[in-house]
């Protein structure tokens, strides 16, 4: 199994920023993808950005390119989301993932292993 534990999740203004850190731990976990969705009120969970076990592969939602950055430190096994000139839009639920492959995919149903989630408010 992989536990995931999200932190960073808070309130912030219009135009500032949030770090979210996701740490991965547990006996399956070793080169796995991993991935950030998110979820507002009463709309569907969705993509936002993705990155490859080697970090040199990542993938973002065209609603965050040039705002949001993902990375990853696998020493500390830990997948980073860094995210600037936030808008109200982005106002959600916040989940980290993990994927069995090394290989990222933009899907849901490609991560078999999730975070409880972290709330992210932002206000105009």
């Known amino acids: 199994q992989v536990q995931l534990v999200e932190f960073g999740g808070g309130l912030v203004q219009a135009g500032g920023s949030l770090r979210l850190s996701c740490e991965a731990s547990g006996r399956a976990f070793g080169r796995n993808a991993m991935g950030w969705f998110r979820q507002a009120p009463e709309k569907e969970r969705e993509f936002v950005a993705a990155?490859?076990?080697?970090?040199?592969?990542?993938y973002y939602a065209d609603s965050v390119k040039g705002r949001f950055t993902i990375s990853r430190d696998n020493v500390r096994n830990t997948v980073y989301l860094q995210m600037n000139s936030l808008k109200p839009e982005d106002t959600a639920v916040y989940y980290c993932?993990?994927?069995?492959?090394?290989?990222?995919?933009?899907?849901?149903?490609?991560?078999?292993?999730w975070g409880q989630g972290t709330q992210v408010t932002v206000s105009s």
């Open positions: 990155i490859n076990w080697n970090p040199d592969g990542t």
């Open positions: 993932a993990a994927r069995r492959y090394p290989v990222a995919i933009t899907t849901i149903l490609g991560y078999e292993y």
